[in-house]
């Protein structure tokens, strides 16, 4: 028996999302229906058609509460979660803890789909909708979660907060833990300030970095960067990023973090390296833009190049750390939202689309609709 809920309806590329009454599966043996409190937003979504066929149901950054549960989930009935990325549970990677190297990661985020094939979105047609997107599709009053893409949320934290650690800030978090192992008074280069680049800000301060260089295009990004632990900042609309990182550091930074998704700031962050450097690429690529990847400059440099998969993260360990830091008031996070309401997503999404706001959280009202 499929649940009536509503959900944000993507039929067409470029035209707005429609608020629609539709019909969610029962959830199977390892899954729970979860009440959607609250979404964010993310360039994912926006870039949602370009990667899954339409018509679809977007949203991957979702927080809410446990309504049921499959016979073997291992979650209950009224447990808060946030909810993880998708991954297959089942492949080498998975069973080794490394669910952001899952074998199926493609499919789990974008076949909208359940890995067995089954929709779990229906419209009222019954026609199916191209759901299951990061095997959450939460634009919605409710969603259909693998029990092991969840975890545990504190009930004092609030669900916009929740929800704004899930995705890019998770993955900014993870690159500078995780992958670059940013240490005590070493120096880091972060590349964009959105909120990727933002979260790698706070979990560098966080980690004790000495220098936090950050370059954005956006000047009032290098306000908030400065306001959130950068000690040098720079527009490269004023010149070559590589020569303002060289007056810097004089030998080039050893670990970066590229988010910008920019073809050219690509090159000009291979430039900013000293030899031996390691540049970790966390973000994805513009569709619309052609990228050169030159090996030589790479080679001359010694540089290691590492593109992640979320932060390299696994959010059952990552997203209580980051719940700490912000209860302690040392990962300020809340000050990269800006709440809507659920019927104002496309509003939401424009004003993602155009960076006037960093985080955009959906709050979806309860319903008690069957
Ligand atoms: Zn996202
Ligand atoms: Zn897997």
Known sequence: MGKSIEAAVLRQSGKPYVIERVILDAPQEHEALVRIEACGICHMDIDGPSLCSLPAVFGHEGVGIVEAIGAKASVNVGDRVILGYGSCNR?????????????????????????????????NSDSPLHAAFFQQSSFATHAIVPDHCLVAMPADVPAEVGASITCGVMTGAGAILNVLDVKAGETVLIV??????????????????????????????????????ATATFNPRMGAMHEWVMAQTSRGVGKLLETSGNAAAFEDAIASLRTGGHMAYAILPSPMEEYTLKPMPLFEKAARFEALSFGNSVPHDLYPKMLEWWQAGEFPVDRLI???????????????????????VLLMEATDAE
Not at 214 to 220: E, I, L, S, T
Not at 338 to 355: K, L, V, Y
């Open 192 to 229: 964009g300030a959105g909120a990727v680049g933002l979260g790698a800000i706070m979990t560098a301060r966080k980690a004790g970095a000495g220098a936090i260089l950050v370059a954005d295009v956006r000047d009032g990004r290098l306000e908030m960067a400065r306001e959130l632990g």
């Open 91 to 123: 492949c080498p990677s998975c069973m080794q803890g490394h669910p952001f190297y899952c074998d199926k990661s493609w499919e789990v985020t974008f076949g909208g789909r359940r890995l067995d094939g089954s929709p779990t979105i229906r419209d």
């Open 338 to 360: 800006s709440t809507f309401s659920f019927s104002d997503i496309n509003q939401a999404m424009e004003h993602t689309r155009t960076g006037d706001v960093i985080k955009a």
